[in-house]
């Protein structure tokens, strides 16, 4: 058999013809140095394409094979003549003719200009050329089947969203009557809502009213908390009727004393409050000297007692969240603190806060937001921390700069991740997504952070990092459920955090001061309220997970839940103040309820108990003061606890008496439950509960459907038309 060259590309010509035809350097420019020495014409191309040279045939490599692609595994049989001279090489070049001549050895001279193969090797690559066909083929019928498989069972779990509420989670009208409220489909809510869908009768039977009261997610109060306390005309401001609210020296000294002791720890949104101390008592020694009545500067300067408005401000929402956390009785806080706000907000309207953002200004805004949350319009203050998230972005606070120096870098990254832990909680709680969540900053550690020291404030911004890590995960509403091994990487990561933390922070016994005790008990509530919100897919019964996976990641939430509840509680002990916190509060309830839908054991009635005792409280705060007359927040917390009596109440008719499971290190009070009466004796027994198609259901199965179409009840859709039964 013949053998053909295989004719290699000519290679690029670099140099100018001269200086290739004397086979010399060339320096490449035009003209060369060689051409400008020697007055030579300097060109550049190819040289003129020489006669063309006969193909040599060698006799003795008869039996050597063309180099060509493999036509027996596409079924075609290659037909040539032996004898015939090989056709002319395609060459990709088109500039050059097709019987371009090859290049003279000359040029190339390491380089042969026909190469041989023998048989036998040709054989071996045709060999390996086809099995790698069949290899890809292979490959490319299991991606296809693979590939449609994953859409069918897209298409289906699409289908299966489509048609559950699930997918668009819970629209429900809010107090005024004036729109329908939206939660996701993975919030608290919901979960307890599909918990009480055992029975269509029961989800037909629910009141479709108002919605989020009992999770203290909703509007209470409908007054605008930033009304004009002295003119209806939007365009005056009455500086000297704002100063007039400022309380005596010593009123002011103690509400700042509550807001440094208790406020500022469970929120810590001011950086220094040792400058903020210093610059109250200026401005109370300014009011001294003034003789307690502002007057206007002859400069026309409007720095009320020689302070700035942007302090004034910020002093007076100082004072509303230390008024919250006074001993006052409860209707003197309220309304204090939002006389309060409504004079921080007077200030800020001065400022034209707005059009003129400043980080001063997101500080007051942030404190204001969460008085109005305590006060239970947490609608108002999802709007303003709306706004105030927006005025963030326009400063560039989500993004790093360098153009600041190291102590405004780390303020400006403090005030991010403040307003990112109110904004997580109302996106966890809601289950509505926030731009929060798209870009952050770094975590403002300290320069002599280390892990085992960190702060209670930089490990809570890290565990507020990790739910914005979960949020992001959620932001479209056809993501899957995490899996079991994100989920199990998630809850490694806090157990991780904590433990890099603080001794005081990690174990009791390390802990000298009240702040101390109270830093501790929040990042464990918080912690813990996360694993669980984590965990909380197991509660789920749309959840693709099997038995055993699910049995381990309920056990983790159903901990978690307690977890919250228990330190909650403990915050209570700790300090009574301390529990007027909004977002412990709201988490607490939430998981009260979450942990009665899904836990029925002595352990969870202990910590109801225990959460009864401190909500009670908060509610008799004022005494036997009739319900209409108690605060928004007495009035919504008397709904809580008396759902929450409600559901005990049920359970112990409905539930046979259970000996206490032992835990270490802590004693429960043994709930003595009698027995459950029967079912035909029962006079509120509704028939369509008693009997579901026909057989009747199980004692245990009805028991269940009836607490969680209750609690379902409670939270979801609370009357607030009228009067609430007085607890």
């Given at each position: 058999m013949p053998t053909y060259p295989i004719r290699r590309r000519p290679r690029e010509c670099k140099t100018c013809l001269p200086c290739r035809a004397s086979k010399v350097r060339c320096d490449r420019n035009v003209p060369c140095s060689n051409c400008v020495k020697r007055n030579f014409t300097c060109s550049y191309g190819r040289p003129p394409p020489a006669a063309k040279l006969p193909v040599p045939v060698s006799a003795g490599t008869a039996s050597s094979t063309p180099l060509q692609p493999s036509f027996s595994s596409l079924g075609i049989s290659p037909s040539y003549d032996a004898s015939a001279p090989p056709p002319p090489p395609t060459l990709r070049d088109g500039s050059y003719a097709p019987d371009q001549t090859i290049p003279s050895s000359s040029d190339d001279p390491d380089l042969p200009?026909?190469?041989?193969?023998?048989?036998?090797?040709?054989?071996?690559?045709?060999?390996?050329?086809?099995?790698?066909?069949?290899?890809?083929?292979?490959?490319?019928?299991?991606?296809?089947?693979?590939?449609?498989?994953?859409?069918?069972?897209?298409?289906?779990?699409?289908?299966?969203?489509?048609?559950?509420?699930?997918?668009?989670?819970?629209?429900?009208?809010?107090?005024?009557?004036?729109?329908?409220?939206?939660?996701?489909?993975?919030?608290?809510?919901?979960?307890?809502?599909?918990?009480?869908?055992?029975?269509?009768?029961?989800?037909?039977?629910?009141?479709?009213?108002?919605?989020?009261?009992?999770?203290?997610?909703?509007?209470?109060?409908?007054?605008?908390?930033?009304?004009?306390?002295?003119?209806?005309?939007?365009?005056?401001?009455?500086?000297?009727?704002?100063?007039?609210?400022?309380?005596?020296?010593?009123?002011?000294?103690?509400?700042?004393?509550?807001?440094?002791?208790?406020?500022?720890?469970?929120?810590?949104?001011?950086?220094?409050?040792?400058?903020?101390?210093?610059?109250?008592?200026?401005?109370?020694?300014?009011?001294?000297?003034?003789?307690?009545?502002?007057?206007?500067?002859?400069?026309?300067?409007?720095?009320?007692?020689?302070?700035?408005?942007?302090?004034?401000?910020?002093?007076?929402?100082?004072?509303?969240?230390?008024?919250?956390?006074?001993?006052?009785?409860?209707?003197?806080?309220?309304?204090?603190?939002?006389?309060?706000?409504?004079?921080?907000?007077?200030?800020?309207?001065?400022?034209?806060?707005?059009?003129?953002?400043?980080?001063?200004?997101?500080?007051?805004?942030?404190?204001?937001?969460?008085?109005?949350?305590?006060?239970?319009?947490?609608?108002?203050?999802?709007?303003?921390?709306?706004?105030?998230?927006?005025?963030?972005?326009?400063?560039?606070?989500?993004?790093?700069?360098?153009?600041?120096?190291?102590?405004?870098?780390?303020?400006?990254?403090?005030?991010?991740?403040?307003?990112?832990?109110?904004?997580?909680?109302?996106?966890?709680?809601?289950?509505?997504?926030?731009?929060?969540?798209?870009?952050?900053?770094?975590?403002?550690?300290?320069?002599?952070?280390?892990?085992?020291?960190?702060?209670?404030?930089?490990?809570?911004?890290?565990?507020?990092?990790l739910a914005l890590e979960v949020l992001r995960s959620r932001m479209y509403p056809e993501t899957q459920e995490p899996r079991y091994h994100e989920i199990r990487e998630y809850k490694q990561r806090i157990q991780h955090m904590i433990a890099e933390a603080t001794p005081h922070l990690r174990n009791r016994d390390q802990c000298r001061s009240l702040a101390d005790h109270i830093e501790r008990t929040e990042l464990r509530l918080h912690s813990s309220y996360l694993v669980s919100v984590i965990c909380r897919v197991s509660l789920d019964r749309h959840a693709h997970l099997d038995d055993q996976r699910r049995a381990l990641i309920r056990e983790d939430c159903i901990s978690s839940l307690i977890g919250t509840v228990d330190a909650f509680v403990e915050l209570h002990e700790i300090n009574s103040h301390c529990s007027r916190s909004w977002i412990s509060l709201q988490r607490s309830i939430a998981s009260a309820f979450l942990l009665v839908a899904n836990h029925d054991g002595p352990q969870t009635w202990e910590l109801i108990d225990r959460l009864e005792k401190v909500l009670t409280d908060h509610v008799y705060a004022d005494g036997d003061a009739e319900h209409n007359n108690r605060t928004d927040s007495a009035r919504h917390l008397s709904s809580s606890l008396l759902a929450l009596r409600e559901i005990r109440e049920t359970f112990r008719t409905r539930k046979p008496a259970a000996p206490p499971v032992p835990v270490p290190g802590q004693t429960y009070s043994p709930v003595i439950l009698p027995s459950p009466p029967s079912i035909d004796t029962t006079p509120a027994l509704p028939p369509n509960m008693v009997t579901a198609g026909g057989p009747m259901l199980p004692m245990e199965d009805w028991g269940m459907r009836n607490i969680l179409g209750r609690v379902s009840d409670v939270m979801l859709f609370p009357s607030m038309s009228g009067t609430s039964p007085v607890v």
């Open positions: 200009e026909i190469i041989d193969i023998s048989q036998e090797e040709w054989d071996e690559i045709n060999t390996k050329m086809v099995a790698m066909e069949q290899i890809l083929g292979s490959l490319h019928s299991m991606f296809n089947s693979h590939s449609s498989r994953k859409r069918s069972e897209a298409m289906t779990i699409a289908s299966e969203r489509k048609s559950s509420t699930r997918s668009e989670g819970v629209y429900g009208s809010n107090v005024l009557r004036t729109g329908a409220v939206h939660l996701g489909s993975r919030s608290a809510l919901v979960d307890i809502l599909d918990k009480s869908k055992g029975s269509e009768d029961m989800a037909q039977a629910l009141p479709q009213e108002d919605l989020l009261a009992e999770l203290a997610l909703g509007n209470e109060s409908a007054a605008y908390p930033f009304v004009d306390l002295w003119s209806s005309d939007p365009y005056t401001f009455n500086i000297a009727g704002v100063c007039a609210v400022l309380p005596e020296d010593e009123q002011c000294r103690r509400f700042l004393s509550f807001y440094k002791d208790i406020g500022a720890v469970l929120y810590p949104v001011l950086p220094d409050l040792d400058a903020l101390e210093q610059k109250t008592n200026r401005l109370i020694e300014g009011r001294r000297r003034a003789g307690g009545v502002y007057k206007p500067d002859a400069n026309g300067l409007v720095k009320p007692f020689g302070m700035d408005l942007p302090f004034l401000s910020l002093l007076f929402a100082v004072l509303a969240s230390g008024c919250q956390l006074s001993d006052l009785p409860s209707a003197d806080r309220e309304l204090t603190s939002w006389i309060y706000v409504s004079c921080a907000y007077q200030c800020l309207r001065m400022l034209n806060y707005v059009s003129q953002p400043t980080v001063e200004v997101i500080q007051i805004l942030l404190i204001i937001s969460n008085v109005l949350s305590y006060n239970m319009n947490a609608g108002a203050s999802y709007t303003l921390l709306g706004m105030t998230e927006r005025m963030c972005l326009v400063l560039g606070l989500h993004v790093e700069s360098t153009g600041f120096s190291l102590e405004e870098q780390a303020n400006r990254r403090r005030v991010w991740w403040t307003m990112a832990f109110q904004n997580s909680h109302f996106s966890l709680a809601y289950d509505r997504p926030s731009i929060t969540m798209v870009s952050q900053p770094e975590i403002p550690f300290d320069r002599k952070s280390m892990p085992g020291h960190r702060t209670y404030f930089e490990t809570l911004c890290r565990v507020v990092s």
